[in-house]
């Protein structure tokens, strides 16, 4: 069984998403400034399948890069020990090298796996991958952007 370091209690603690749009059920890996490795479990209850593709569910491609990119949030947020609450939110900031390889369905699970390339100011560069059962599903390369609220 594999261990869980962050339950989605926590993970809510570290991304400001919420329902619909929270993407990460829990973390199973960290490594500070360098990775992090978290799960989707996809499941038929999803909103967009509603609409994509009636008869012939599909979770959007789009989904998957922004359920890696919600990864590169919670590895930036706990690599700096940072959270929304504190005034720090980290926004996506471009899509680089984006493939799809693999269809995602009701019933897979998600493994998101992210990797810290480069961060030169408040830009992160981070590299993910998505993976069902050890099949490549998708993969891109992610910029971050840090901002933080002025202090009163």
């Avoid at 998957?64 to 929304?84: D, F, H, R």
Wanted: glycine letters at 8%; proline letters at 5%; a negative charge.
């Amino acid at each position: 069984m594999t261990k869980i370091i962050m339950d989605v209690q926590e993970v809510l603690k570290y991304l400001p998403h919420r329902y619909p749009f929270l993407l990460i059920d829990r973390v199973i890996e960290f490594n500070s400034g360098e990775s992090l490795v978290a799960i989707k479990n996809v499941t038929i209850n999803e909103d967009f399948f509603n609409g994509h593709f009636p008869g012939q569910p599909v979770m959007p491609g789009v989904l998957m890069i922004e359920a890696l990119a919600q990864a590169g949030g919670v590895l930036a947020y706990k690599s700096t020990e940072t959270t929304p609450a504190d005034g720090v939110l980290y926004y996506l900031a471009g899509v680089n090298k984006a493939r799809f390889k693999r269809v995602v369905t009701p019933g897979d699970q998600l493994q998101l796996s992210v990797e810290m390339k480069k961060a030169k100011g408040p830009i992160w560069q981070i590299s993910g991958t998505a993976t069902v059962d050890g099949e490549l599903a998708c993969s891109a390369e992610l910029m971050c952007y840090k901002s933080e609220a002025e202090k009163a």
